[in-house]
Protein backbone atom coordinates (compact mmCIF):
# COMPACT_ATOMS: atom_id res chain seq x y z
CA UNK A 1 0.00 0.00 0.00
CA UNK A 2 0.91 3.17 -0.39
CA UNK A 3 1.38 4.09 3.77
CA UNK A 4 4.68 1.58 2.81
CA UNK A 5 6.36 2.75 0.06
CA UNK A 6 9.06 5.03 1.75
CA UNK A 7 9.81 2.14 4.21
CA UNK A 8 10.07 -0.11 1.20
CA UNK A 9 12.06 2.71 -0.70
CA UNK A 10 14.55 2.40 2.09
CA UNK A 11 15.05 -0.89 2.48
CA UNK A 12 15.75 -1.85 -0.95
CA UNK A 13 18.58 1.03 -1.00
CA UNK A 14 20.11 -0.05 2.15
CA UNK A 15 23.66 -1.13 1.89
CA UNK A 16 24.44 -5.23 1.82
CA UNK A 17 26.24 -6.72 3.77
CA UNK A 18 29.75 -8.29 2.33
CA UNK A 19 28.44 -12.23 3.92
CA UNK A 20 25.28 -13.30 4.57
CA UNK A 21 25.03 -17.00 6.39
CA UNK A 22 23.72 -19.81 5.09
CA UNK A 23 21.63 -22.72 6.75
CA UNK A 24 22.54 -26.09 4.87
CA UNK A 25 19.98 -28.85 5.30
CA UNK A 26 21.85 -32.60 5.29
CA UNK A 27 18.80 -34.53 6.61
CA UNK A 28 14.96 -34.29 6.71
CA UNK A 29 14.16 -33.78 10.40
CA UNK A 30 10.50 -34.65 11.86
CA UNK A 31 9.17 -34.70 15.54
CA UNK A 32 9.08 -37.71 17.00
CA UNK A 33 7.69 -39.33 20.39
CA UNK A 34 10.27 -41.22 22.35
CA UNK A 35 9.61 -42.69 26.15
CA UNK A 36 7.66 -39.64 27.12
CA UNK A 37 10.15 -36.77 24.98
CA UNK A 38 9.82 -35.00 21.50
CA UNK A 39 12.77 -35.30 20.17
CA UNK A 40 14.04 -34.18 15.96
CA UNK A 41 15.03 -37.27 14.24
CA UNK A 42 16.59 -37.51 10.96
CA UNK A 43 14.55 -39.64 8.75
CA UNK A 44 16.61 -39.14 5.50
CA UNK A 45 20.22 -37.89 4.56
CA UNK A 46 22.67 -39.34 2.04
CA UNK A 47 25.54 -38.94 1.43
CA UNK A 48 26.21 -38.41 -2.59
CA UNK A 49 24.01 -38.07 -5.16
CA UNK A 50 23.55 -41.80 -6.18
CA UNK A 51 22.34 -42.70 -2.57
CA UNK A 52 19.82 -39.88 -2.53
CA UNK A 53 18.44 -41.60 -5.54
CA UNK A 54 18.77 -44.91 -4.27
CA UNK A 55 16.55 -43.12 -0.75
CA UNK A 56 14.09 -42.02 -3.06
CA UNK A 57 13.28 -45.21 -4.72
CA UNK A 58 13.48 -46.96 -1.07
CA UNK A 59 10.94 -44.00 -0.20
CA UNK A 60 8.49 -44.51 -3.22
CA UNK A 61 8.47 -48.39 -2.60
CA UNK A 62 7.59 -48.06 1.35
CA UNK A 63 5.06 -47.72 3.50
CA UNK A 64 5.38 -43.47 2.95
CA UNK A 65 5.72 -43.77 -1.21
CA UNK A 66 2.36 -45.39 -1.39
CA UNK A 67 0.89 -43.42 1.17
CA UNK A 68 2.21 -40.00 -0.64
CA UNK A 69 3.38 -41.00 -4.34
CA UNK A 70 2.62 -37.29 -5.50
CA UNK A 71 5.92 -36.45 -3.25
CA UNK A 72 8.22 -38.53 -4.98
CA UNK A 73 6.96 -38.11 -8.35
CA UNK A 74 7.83 -33.78 -7.78
CA UNK A 75 11.44 -35.11 -6.34
CA UNK A 76 11.75 -37.14 -9.26
CA UNK A 77 10.63 -34.12 -11.54
CA UNK A 78 12.95 -31.83 -10.02
CA UNK A 79 15.26 -33.97 -9.48
CA UNK A 80 18.26 -31.50 -10.27
CA UNK A 81 16.89 -28.74 -7.96
CA UNK A 82 16.71 -31.38 -5.41
CA UNK A 83 19.78 -33.00 -4.83
CA UNK A 84 22.38 -29.83 -5.02
Known sequence: ???VLDE?????SRPLEP???LVFFDALRVKIRDEG????KAIYGA??????EAALTTFEGGF?????PV???IWRRAWQEVIP
Do not use: L
Open 37 to 40: HVRN
Open 64 to 68: WGRKF
Open 71 to 73: VAQ
Open 1 to 3: TDA
Open 8 to 12: VATWQ
Open 19 to 21: VYP
Open 47 to 52: IDDKAA
